[in-house]
Each structure stands twice: as structure tokens, then as C-alpha cells.
């Protein structure tokens, strides 16, 4: 224990100047989270954005350089020939690291639920989970640490790192994309890397074998990006499912319904050459409400020519032949696909077509819905808070428009719903797990406990209904057949004919 506090004193004399700007960051993020009012709520999103990059990377080098005094790579540490051992330095830097990094958060935390009315006692486990995210963040850059032997090092395998995260993840992303929070490639690449670092981070500091925790250090990257990039969609989305709560529900079913009418997005019908194949889903629970996502799809025509649609990372996905399934309150209205390219439409137009397919079908128990009024706060399911603010525009005809703004520390309780009406027309719009899909900035806001979601609505509403957040009740994987379609019956959008045929 003497050791241990000595190591301490020394450590925290060396890196103090350190210390305070990633406490001041902290806080200063903290103070952004508190203070944040909804009429500046795009301004709020750039700032959190910026900060969610700058604090890691403080959080990494403050790490790196309380490793670093104390190398465990070479053979001339001052520790090694002391009778000090690996125990009193292995406890003495994780207090340290506990202490400047995860405390602070756990602190600066609660003190934002407290601040924005939520009850720090009684979301524990969130900020356990936050906790826990934060330790998968800190075992990656303790472990890149140990096995280097100065700051230079450390620097040039950290731009290495960031760099190959940047590429293979969608999550800095700031753009529009599908929802993909079934997709668990980032959850499992994250599970391998904290299994990996842990293993060498004991390496290091019990016996430092240099090169074989170099080379499971390598592994384990080549591991987490191969997950990420190659493990199939099919894989994920079974994972999820054997993952999802547990129920005596009936198996859903997917069949074409060729007298149901058709309702195709008009962005959709933009497209090139678009087709909505009239579907319904049988087997659902009574005022069951479901979100569908198209995991896979292959065509196959009459001379036994296949197509399979590939899913690229939002990064270099272009949208071309990207099969869509348009998703419905209670029931998939139809399967859409868009064809991008005139010559994969060409082979299957005529003649007689099997389309195969696999969906996820996320179900949720549906709860109430509650009228927002301007300008009052309404607590929602205990773990949700909204308000609708009145946004002036001065010389603009009904220039009143409205703000909606909702936040939670329960960020995957499922979607809000908001149902607005404009001179007596419904107008629907979609806010997934607070956090609006049509904001400038949306983002995956891992380190806030109050996540939030805005969206500014049209001018002249009426009213504006919003719908609780669901809890989901089970997931299911539907796979369908389809044979003998001829795809210009259920032609919607675009030409038949390739471009530029005459």
C-alpha cells in the first residue's frame, strides 16, 4: 500500500497540468448539456458533436502519459530493480486513471440528470452503462499504452487507430442513413477489442512480453475491423433476435396482397425505375405496433440468373439497386425496390421472377398518446420530457412555427411518434429514441445521459399529438418466397426502358 501512494504522489506531481484541462473539458461539457434550451438546439448539436471527439482523445493522451512515466516496454524502468513488483504499479495507475477520467464522468453525469430534472438514484443502471462505455473506450488506449515506449509512439499508433475507426464506422457520420441500431457488428467489434486489450494490459504488467502482446494487440484490431466489416447482415440481425426479449408470440408471416393499395413515398418515386410489390404481414398481435427493416434480398430469373442487393457502410454506400421495404404502423405495405441501374432491370423485367427476401420485425407494446400545448413541459412514461415552444419569424405570413423538443436517459426505448395536423391534414413525423432523423446533426450521443431529439415543424399547426415511447416486446425474422412475379405489373416510378433508349 506505501508503494501504491508513492507511485501516486508521483504520477499526479508529473501529470497534474494535465489533468485539469480534461477536467475542464468535462465540465465545460457538462455545462453545455445543462444550460442547452431548445431554440438553440442545432448550435448545441455541432458543440456536443465536437465535443464527443475532443474529450476521447484528451481522456487517450492523459492515459498514455500516466503509462508512459512508468514504461513496461525495455528492461531499464526504475521499478524493475526496486523491490516494488507489478501489483503496487498496476494498482496505482488504475486509481489514477479512475480518478482523472472515469469519476469526474460519473459525477459530471448525475449531476446533468439532477440538473435536467431526472432522478440520478433512480437511473443507477444508466449511468452503470455509461460507466461501461467508458471502460471500453479506456481499455484500448491503456492497452496501446503498455506497449509503447514514449509519447511519439503512442501518438503516431494513435492517428493510426482514429484513422481506420473513422473509415470503417458510420457512427461519425453526419448524415441521414437507415436505422441500424439491430445491427450489432459495433457492440461484438467493441466486445473483442475490451477481451484483447485486458489481456494485454496483464501480459504488460505481469510478465512484459513485448512482442507477443504486440502481436495479440495486432490481432485483436484485425479481429474487431473484420467483424465489422465482413460479418453478414443475415448473422447480425439472427443475433439480435436470439438476443431480444423472449415471448409466447406467434410467428409472423409475409404474403402478397394484390388488392391492397399501394402508398409509395414520393421521394421514392423520384428514382429511377421503382416497383412496390403489394404485401401484408399476417400472425401479429392484436394492437401490436412493429418497425421493419429489409435485412436481404435476391432475385432469380427464368434462365437462373441471380441477383443478391449488397449493403455497403454508409461511407461508401451510393444508393445504387438498394432495396427498400417501405415500413407501415401495423402492416409492411409493400415491398419497394428501386433499380438504379438500367441493365440489373433489363434481366429481370420479363419473364418470370423469384424474389426472396428477409425481414427484422422489431414489435412494440404500444402506449398512450398525449396532446402537446405550447409553451408547457409534459413528462412522458416517467423517463421522457417534451415541450412545443412557438418559434416567431418576423414579416412572415403565419410565421409561427413550432419547436419540438424531447429528451430522455432512456435512449432505446423506441420511437416518438409526433402526429401534427396543418389546416385539418394529418402530417406524420418520426423522432427515433429522441433523437429526431431529420435534424442537421444527428448523432450517437454515447457520452450524455439526457440524449435529445429536435425537430422544427411546419408553420400553421394545429395540433400536435405525440406518441409515448414504445418498449419493445419481441423481434422476429421474416423470410419470405415469392415466385413467378412479373415486375412491370407492379411498376410505380421511373421508365421501363434503360437510359437513353429510344
Not at 54 to 82: E, H, K, N, S
Not at 303 to 311: I, K, T
Request: aromatic residues 10%; proline residues 7%; positive net charge.
Amino acid at each position: 500500500m506505501r508503494l501504491t501512494l508513492q507511485i501516486l504522489r508521483k504520477d499526479f506531481e508529473r501529470v497534474w497540468w494535465m489533468i485539469l484541462p480534461a477536467l475542464g473539458l468535462v465540465w465545460y461539457w457538462a455545462y453545455l448539456q445543462v444550460a442547452r434550451i431548445p431554440s438553440d438546439g442545432i448550435t448545441m448539436q455541432s458543440q456536443n458533436y465536437g465535443l464527443n471527439l475532443a474529450l476521447p482523445l484528451a481522456w487517450c493522451l492523459l492515459i498514455a502519459r500516466i503509462i508512459l512515466y512508468d514504461p513496461l516496454t525495455g528492461d531499464r524502468q526504475f521499478w524493475v530493480a526496486l523491490p516494488c513488483g507489478w501489483r503496487p504499479l498496476m494498482a496505482a495507475k488504475t486509481i489514477m486513471i479512475a480518478a482523472s477520467v472515469q469519476i469526474p464522468y460519473f459525477i459530471a453525469t448525475a449531476v446533468i440528470l439532477f440538473a435536467r430534472g431526472f432522478n440520478p438514484c433512480a437511473h443507477v443502471p444508466h449511468l452503470l452503462w455509461k460507466q461501461l462505455l467508458l471502460l471500453f473506450l479506456i481499455l484500448p488506449a491503456l492497452a496501446a499504452a503498455t506497449l509503447g515506449r514514449s509519447m511519439s509512439q503512442y501518438l503516431v499508433l494513435s492517428i493510426f487507430v482514429a484513422s481506420g475507426v473513422v473509415l470503417l464506422s458510420n457512427r461519425l457520420r453526419m448524415s441521414l442513413a437507415e436505422d441500424t441500431s439491430w445491427d450489432i457488428r459495433w457492440s461484438l467489434s467493441l466486445i473483442v477489442l475490451g477481451i484483447g486489450s485486458v489481456a494485454v494490459i496483464i501480459l504488460q504488467f505481469v510478465r512484459r512480453y513485448g512482442l507477443p502482446s504486440r502481436s495479440l494487440g495486432v490481432m485483436t484490431a484485425l479481429a474487431a475491423a473484420a467483424i465489422y466489416m465482413y460479418l453478414p447482415r443475415d448473422t447480425s440481425a439472427a443475433i439480435y433476435v436470439a438476443l431480444s426479449p423472449l415471448g409466447t408470440y406467434r410467428q409472423p408471416y409475409l404474403r402478397l396482397a394484390p388488392s391492397e393499395p399501394v402508398s409509395v413515398p414520393r421521394f421514392v418515386l423520384s428514382q429511377r425505375t421503382v416497383i412496390a410489390i403489394p404485401t401484408v404481414i399476417d400472425g401479429l398481435q392484436p394492437g401490436a405496433d412493429a418497425r421493419y427493416d429489409q435485412i436481404s434480398l435476391e432475385l432469380r430469373n427464368a434462365h437462373g440468373e441471380s441477383y443478391r442487393v449488397e449493403w455497403l457502410p454508409t461511407s461508401q454506400n451510393t444508393g445504387e439497386n438498394r432495396p427498400v421495404a417501405q415500413t407501415g404502423a401495423v402492416n409492411l405495405t409493400a415491398q419497394v425496390i428501386r433499380f438504379y441501374d438500367p441493365s440489373v432491370w433489363e434481366r429481370f423485367r420479363s419473364g418470370p421472377v423469384t424474389l426472396r427476401g428477409r425481414i427484422l420485425a422489431r414489435f412494440y407494446r404500444p402506449l398512450e398518446s398525449l396532446r402537446l400545448e405550447p409553451g408547457q413541459q409534459h413528462n412522458i412514461s416517467n423517463t421522457v420530457r417534451c415541450s412545443r415552444e412557438p418559434i416567431h419569424f418576423p414579416g412572415v405570413v403565419d410565421s409561427t412555427m413550432t419547436w419540438l423538443d424531447c429528451e430522455s436517459p432512456e435512449v432505446v426505448i423506441g420511437d416518438v411518434v409526433v402526429r401534427s395536423l396543418i389546416g385539418g391534414r394529418a402530417n406524420y413525423s418520426f423522432i427515433h429514441g429522441v433523437h429526431s432523423l431529420t435534424t442537421v446533426f444527428p448523432q450517437d450521443p454515447w457520452l450524455s445521459p439526457v440524449p435529445f431529439g429536435m425537430q422544427g415543424l411546419s408553420f400553421g399547426l394545429t395540433s400536435v399529438t405525440i406518441v409515448t415511447p414504445r418498449t419493445l416486446s419481441h423481434a422476429a425474422l421474416i423470410d419470405y418466397t415469392f415466385p413467378g412475379l412479373d415486375l412491370n405489373q407492379y411498376l410505380v416510378g421511373g421508365s421501363a426502358r434503360p437510359e437513353g433508349s429510344k
